[in-house]
C-alpha cells in the first residue's frame, strides 16, 4: 500500500523548491522520509536457532510519522487506564470558526494555548455553576487541526468524567445527559475565546473589528457525543484520538502520475465514504499544515485529572466512586509489540522456535 513517506521521498524535494518550510514542517518532513531506512541507522539481529539474519531501522520518533504511533498510543493507554474512574464519561468537541484561521496560521503556538484556555475555562466555571453541577470535575483535552479532507480545521476533544467534586469533599454525579447544555458551553465558549483573544498581547494590532463582530454574531459550534460504554471504551477512544496523525497511511488509495488519491469520511453528506484526488503538491501542503510548534503539548489534564498532587486526588476520587484501585505495572517494549501484533516480536520467523537476539549495531551513513 502507498505510504506518506513514498509521496515525500518522491516529491518533496520538488515541493520544497516551491515552498518556505517552516523549521517544524521541515524536521517532520525529513523524520517521515527517514523513518525505519538506513539513513536513520540500525542493528542486525540473528536467531542463534536457524542463523537467520534480520536488518532493523531505527524509527524516527516524529509525533507527525503515522508508522512511530501505534507504539506510543499503547505506552499512552496503558498509563491512562489506571487513572479512569468508574463513572459515566462523555465527548465534548469545540471548534473555532473559519474567519480565525488567519489568526492561528501566524500566531500558532499563542493561538492553539488560548484555544485550551477557553476550553479549560468554559468546562470549569459552567460545571462549578450550581445550575449545572455546582463541582470540581477534571478532564482531558487534545488538540486536532484537520478535517478529514486535510482540510485546516482547529477543534478539540475533551473527555469529560459525568460528576464532580463538592466543596465539602463529597463526589456528585452529572445527570444521565450530559450535565452542561450545549447551547450554554457554546455561547461561554465564544465569549469566553473573543475576550481572551482581544486581552492577549500578541494580537495587538492584528485583530480586525469586523471580524470579531463577525465571530460574536455566529452560533459556534460544540456538541457533545453519547456517553462511552465502560472505561475500557473511554481508553480506546483516548488513544485513538492522542496519537492520530492528519492521515494515515490506510487512507492513502493510490500514489501516480504526480496525485495522490485518499478515501475521507464527509460529515455534511451522512458520513459517507468519498474519494479525494490531490496534486502531490497539494497533499504535502495540506499535510505540513498540521506541523505542530516544537514542544507543543497537545495532551492535557485538567481540573481533578490534572498534575499536581494527582496521584493522591484520583485515589480520594476512586474510592468516593467505588472505583477499583489497582497497581500500576509498567510493560515493557515487547509486551506492547505483542499487544500490538498479536504475536512474540523475538520469535524466530523463519524457524519458529528460537529468539531472536541482537547481533551488531548499524551506523547511519556519513554525512546523513
Known amino acids: 500500500m502507498p505510504e506518506i513517506q513514498e509521496i515525500f521521498d518522491e516529491y518533496g524535494a520538488e515541493y520544497c523548491q516551491s515552498h518556505a518550510l517552516s523549521p517544524e514542517q521541515g524536521k517532520a518532513m525529513r523524520a517521515i522520509t527517514d523513518c525505519r531506512t538506513a539513513r536513520l541507522g540500525g542493528h542486525i539481529d540473528v536467531c542463534p536457532a536457524c542463523g537467520y539474519i534480520r536488518p532493523s531501522y531505527n524509527s524516527c520518533r516524529n509525533r507527525h510519522c ?14 491512562q487506564k489506571y487513572d479512569l474512574l468508574g463513572v459515566v464519561y462523555f465527548h465534548v468537541v469545540f471548534t473555532v470558526p473559519a474567519e480565525l484561521h488567519s489568526l492561528f ?20 466555571q459552567l460545571a462549578s455553576d450550581r445550575k449545572y453541577l455546582g463541582a470540581r470535575i477534571g478532564f ?20 469529560v468524567p459525568a460528576g464532580g467534586l463538592t466543596q465539602v469533599m463529597q463526589w456528585r454525579n452529572s445527570r444521565k445527559k450530559f450535565f452542561i447544555p450545549v447551547k450554554a458551553l457554546s455561547r461561554k465558549f ?29 452560533e459556534w459550534v460544540v456538541y457533545c457525543k453519547p456517553p462511552f460504554k465502560d472505561a475500557a471504551c473511554v481508553v480506546e477512544y483516548l488513544g485513538r484520538y492522542t496519537h492520530r496523525v492528519a492521515i494515515s497511511n490506510s ?28 496534486t502531490a ?6 499535510f505540513l499544515l498540521h506541523a505542530l510548534p516544537k514542544g507543543f503539548m497537545k495532551i492535557r489534564h485538567y481540573g481533578i485529572l490534572g498534575n499536581r498532587d494527582k496521584v493522591k486526588r484520583l485515589k480520594f476520587c476512586k474510592l468516593l466512586t467505588g472505583t477499583r484501585i489497582t497497581e500500576k505495572l509498567v510493560l515493557s517494549a515487547n509486551d506492547l509489540l505483542f499487544k500490538i501484533c498479536g ?8 524457524c519458529g522456535q528460537g529468539k531472536i537476539e541482537f547481533y551488531i549495531n548499524l551506523p547511519p551513513p556519513v554525512g546523513v
Not at 503556538?109 to 479549560?120: C, D, G, K, S
Not at 492513502?252 to 465514504?273: E, H, N, P, Q
Not at 503538491?281 to 495540506?286: H, S, T
Request: proline content about 4%; glycine content about 4%; overall charge positive.
Open 66 to 79: 503515522p508508522k512511530c504511533q501505534a507504539f506510543a498510543k499503547e505506552r499512552w493507554i496503558e498509563n
Open 105 to 124: 496560521f501566524c500566531c500558532d503556538r499563542a493561538m492553539y494555548n488560548l484555544l485550551f484556555r477557553a476550553v479549560a475555562e468554559t468546562l470549569s
Open 140 to 159: 482531558t483535552s487534545v488538540l486536532h487541526t484537520w478535517g478529514q479532507n486535510l482540510s485546516f480545521h482547529p477543534h478539540i476533544h475533551s473527555i
Open 190 to 218: 465564544r465569549g469566553k475565546f473573543l475576550a481572551l483573544l482581544r486581552q492577549a498581547p500578541e494580537f495587538a494590532g492584528k485583530l480586525e473589528q469586523a471580524v470579531i463582530d463577525s465571530c460574536y454574531r455566529k
Open 251 to 278: 487512507r492513502i488509495l493510490s500514489v501516480s502520475d504526480g496525485k495522490v488519491s485518499f478515501k475521507w469520511r464527509d460529515y455534511k453528506d451522512g458520513s459517507r465514504w468519498k474519494i479525494m484526488s490531490l
Open 281 to 286: 503538491g497539494e497533499f504535502i501542503r495540506r
Open 343 to 350: 504475536h512474540d516480536p523475538c520469535l524466530c520467523p523463519a
